[in-house]
């Protein structure tokens, strides 16, 4: 656990109690979890919502070696940058799916 925590920046913060965490830094913890298995399949609501700028290319690079490494990613999200860095985007328009 300790590498994925590494790997999502929270390395040196690994020991310390939740309620003690930024709103990024819980976000982030908790895709050190759901990642610490190596789930095939990953669905990630807002993984980017509370995280600033460098993280948030922390956690979208995790996120690309997951697919590339033949995992599959779901991502809901309103950031035009998650999507963009997607391979494919649908939007949700009258709570249908439609092709972005």
Known sequence: M???LAEVG???RASARPAT???GETARAGLAVA????PQVVLADEPTGEVDGPNEDRVLD???RRVQAGGA???ATHSSRVAAASDRVLH???GRAADG
């Not at 990642?35 to 190596?38: Q, T």
């Open 35 to 38: 990642l610490a298995n190596d």
């Open 62 to 64: 995790l996120l690309r």
């Open 2 to 4: 300790a590498g994925i």
């Open 21 to 23: 965490l930024s709103g």
């Open 73 to 75: 990613v779901v991502v």
């Open 92 to 94: 949700l328009v009258d």
């Open 10 to 12: 929270l390395g040196a």
